[in-house]
């Protein structure tokens, strides 16, 4: 139920509906676009960025939030870790369990290797799961590879690397098809062709949805197919530092047990990062969509053995997070209810942008409506526009919205806002690393041994990504790294383990000078506990802070 | 912060406790931040925050009322005199099997999930779900082998494992669901033609060209082939 003071501003909302119905906005030019972005785009605002001291990134600007954790200290004693006993022999090691680690643990072990997955939390506990709104593919007889491509290069600002869109755009059919024969139950037209809507920058219906669970459905059945094939894995079992070869090789991982903080080595012929992204380190105060586990370790732990990262100074931020009611701030309202029809409209009930831009437009142009008071305040002090929901059901019939969007249906109505009848109030949240581990198609890194898919890994999406192509590059990605890595680790001949790169890399922090300024990491989990005040003496702090990881 | 907070918010303190004991929080909070807000980091029953993954799945009672309640800790708002505990693992059957291998029928549910026949219809399976699905109801379409109206009435479950935490007779509702879903995927929904021409056009390479072309283009070019693109109408009108 909204506070009465908002009533006003509806009533303003529904008035300008029946008018808004036939009214279109024009489409949003380069330069225009270039204007909106430097002014409103948090990627834009230069107080939020800095230049990382150490690695092979040096110089480059990252968002504060990521460059103090990539100028991490390591949160182990080299000294103190016996490589001579490993736990775990295997020839994939996969980091991670979202879209991408399950694909990839899959196809590495289809490809004969013996595969090992790793995760920090549950099998499945990722941002894959609160994906809603679809998978691109060009699959329609007036759509093609090409197109999609163009709209993927154009959505990312032009930077997108030519070679991964490729691969991303080649291999999204026979993804879907995969997916299906796996189990997936896409949303299908009577006649079996798929039912399929329209996106952000996407300009083709492309997106494949199951209901507006389609993450959820993807990642279910993936996950059950993981313990159909019996592939070993471990849960709460995050890596803390990878391990390398006297040929500067990556080769296994140092896992914790998150709950008993036991060490747990991991010899691998090949890894396969898959950690996904980074929302939960809030940059510039954002709340995120984000699961709990999303921050940034497996770029922290990429970088830390040398492997370079790409397009780092840029965030997506998605234009439709909830900024009302405060239960559910921040969390995703998802693009298909634009893709449907719903328009983003001011306190004045105008509409101000046309809907289905690419996101960082769309974003931008929330934050201006705001900054120019023509926003809405809630009482915990956050500001929103409306996302005029009800539309739907007038453009697509009624029922539409219940059988289109049963989540947000769902999850609105536990707050009593029924969204078929009242509309939504959204303001941009933190959603997406646009960039990530520099990849090759194969998913293979910069350093030998290391493969990247998924959100952690970079490049694919430019500058900025659109809806319902990470769903898709976590399947192309996640599948090509699996094979790769299983066929690499056919062929490596690993050397003598060794945390060399630890030593050496402390030994760079020492020498900028921030050894004692930078936090341990990775992070593992962010700290939302309300803390106790700090009554430690000095001998307990030094008895609870011993080689061991203290993460609770 | 990107936004400007203009309104101090007034706070309500209201009781709750956390196994037994009590704290005073903000009212407003959800279950899972009412939690942190007692001190608590969460390590169990965290996941997606946003009611997708399951994770949180959670019983509760109130201080005068002791039947017990179900819900999603990450999306149930607190109330006052909530007894709140953390269900951090809850371990039930998945039967394995091989997808390729097994026929959409009554009896390939009945092989691996005998204990489908022992259900009595208590419903307590209904009651418990946290995104209030018909569970009792798929439960006895999978017994009559409607596996496609298992897979439709079941869609939305977040496998939070609740129905098969309470369930008398051990079933394991989330599980047969899936299972149900995954025969209709792969067997029982229409086969869609033109993705299939579409992987047989890119394998034999009829969209090389056009990707290649784009690949060697000039940014400006790009640039214009970018702005001028058609765009197909998101809908068309209903009539």
């Known amino acids: ?69 990539l100028e991490g200290n390591s949160r182990v004693n080299p000294d103190k870790i016996n490589l001579g006993k490993v736990d775990h022999d295997v020839d994939v090691l996969v980091i991670g369990c979202g879209g991408a680690g399950a694909s990839a643990a899959l196809l590495a072990q ?9 995760t920090k939390l549950r099998l499945g506990d990722a941002n894959t799961v609160g994906a809603q709104a679809g998978t691109q593919a060009a699959d329609r007889s007036n759509d093609s590879p090409a197109i999609h491509y163009l709209d993927t290069i154009g959505g990312g600002r032009f930077d997108n690397i030519p070679e991964l869109v490729e691969a991303l755009v080649r291999d999204a059919p026979s993804v879907i098809k995969w997916l299906e024969e796996l189990g997936v139950n896409w949303d299908k037209n009577p006649d079996g062709s798929m039912h399929e809507l329209s996106g952000g920058g996407a300009s083709r219906l492309r997106l494949h949805s199951a209901r507006d669970y389609t993450g959820l459905e993807e990642m279910r059945v993936l996950r059950d197919e993981v313990h159909n094939r019996c592939i070993d894995y471990l849960e709460f079992s995050p890596v803390i530092e990878l391990v390398m070869d006297d040929k500067g090789q990556v080769a296994g991982a140092i896992l914790v047990n998150l709950e008993t903080n036991e060490l747990t ?84 009930g105008e509409q101000f942008i046309m809907s289905l831009e690419p996101r960082d437009v769309v974003a931008s142009a929330n934050i201006r409506e705001c900054r120019h008071m023509k926003g809405i305040t809630t009482p915990t002090g956050e500001l929103g526009v409306w996302l005029d929901s009800p539309m739907i059901d007038l453009l697509r019939g009624e029922g539409t919205i219940a059988r289109e969007l049963p989540a947000m249906v769902r999850q609105f109505g536990r707050y009593n806002i029924d969204i078929t009848k009242e509309p939504m109030l959204v303001y941009p949240t933190l959603h997406y690393q646009n960039g990530g581990i520099k990849i090759d198609p194969d998913g293979a890194t910069t350093i030998p ?34 094979k790769a890595a299983a066929r690499y680790a056919r062929e490596v001949k690993l050397g ?57 | 912060m990107a936004k400007q907070k203009q309104v101090a918010p007034e706070v309500h303190m209201i009781d709750v406790y956390v196994m037994g004991k009590r704290y005073q929080v903000p009212e407003g909070l959800t279950i899972m931040t009412a939690l942190e807000y007692c001190g608590y980091r969460l390590i169990r029953g965290c996941g997606c925050r946003a009611g997708f993954c399951g994770a949180c799945a959670t019983i509760y009672n109130l201080k005068d009322d002791s039947q017990l309640r179900y819900d999603l800790a990450c999306q149930k708002t607190i109330e006052p005199g909530m007894y709140l505990v953390q269900i951090p693992f809850f371990p039930s059957a998945k039967a394995l099997y091989n997808l390729e291998e097994i026929e959409p029928t009554a009896e390939s549910l009945l ?86 021409d579409r992987i047989a056009g890119i394998e034999t390479g009829k969209f090389d060209a056009e990707l290649e072309e784009l690949e060697k283009m000039s940014q400006d070019e790009l640039h214009r082939r970018y702005a001028e693109r058609d765009i197909e109408p998101a809908y068309t009108k209903q009539s």
Request: hydrophobic share 40%.
């Open chain 1, 265 to 348: 080595l991991v010899r691998a012929g090949a890894v396969i990062m898959a950690t996904g992204g980074a929302g939960r380190l809030h940059i510039q105060g954002f709340p995120t969509t984000n699961h709990y586990g999303a921050t940034a370790d497996g770029l922290v732990l990429a970088y830390r053995v040398g492997a370079e990262l790409i397009f780092m100074d840029t965030m997506q931020y998605h234009p439709t997070g909830a900024a009302y009611p405060v239960q559910i701030l921040g969390q995703l309202v998802t693009e298909k209810v634009r893709t449907l029809g719903a328009q983003l409209v001011n306190a004045e």
């Open chain 2, 111 to 196: 092989a691996l999930y005998p204990s489908l026949l022992t259900c009595f219809g208590c419903n307590t399976c209904t009651k418990t779900c946290p995104q209030e699905l018909e569970v009792m109801w798929f439960m006895s379409d999978a017994l009559r082998g409607d596996i496609r109206e298992v897979a439709n009435r079941s869609f939305d479950c977040v496998m939070c494992g609740l129905c098969a935490a309470r369930c008398p007779q051990g079933l394991v509702p989330y599980n047969i669901a899936l299972l149900c879903r995954r025969l209709y995927g792969r067997y029982l929904a229409p086969t869609s033609q033109h993705l299939e």
């Open chain 1, 1 to 69: 139920m909204y506070p009465a003071y908002m009533g006003e501003s509806i009533r303003k909302v529904e008035a300008s509906r029946e008018r808004r119905l036939e009214e279109t906005r024009p489409r949003v030019g380069d330069q225009e676009k270039a204007a909106l972005l430097t002014e409103f785009h948090p990627d834009f605002i230069k107080e939020g960025m800095r230049e990382l001291l150490v690695g092979p990134n040096r110089g480059e600007p990252t968002p504060n939030e990521v460059a103090a954790l």
């Open chain 1, 110 to 118: 289809e490809n004969g290797a013996k595969t090992l997955l790793v």
């Open chain 1, 449 to 482: 041994g290391l493969f990247a898919a998924g959100e952690c890994m970079g490049g694919v999406h430019g500058r900025n990504r659109l809806i319902g192509n990470s769903t898709l590059d976590i399947f192309v990605f996640g599948r090509r790294a699996g």
């Open chain 1, 496 to 552: 003598a383990l060794t945390l060399d790169h630890v030593g050496k890399w402390q030994a760079e922090l020492k020498e900028a000078g921030i050894t004692e300024s930078r936090p341990a990491t990775p992070l593992l989990l962010p700290n939302y506990a309300r803390q106790p005040d700090d009554y430690l003496a000095d001998y307990a702090r030094k008895t609870l802070s011993s080689g061991q990881i203290k993460v609770a």
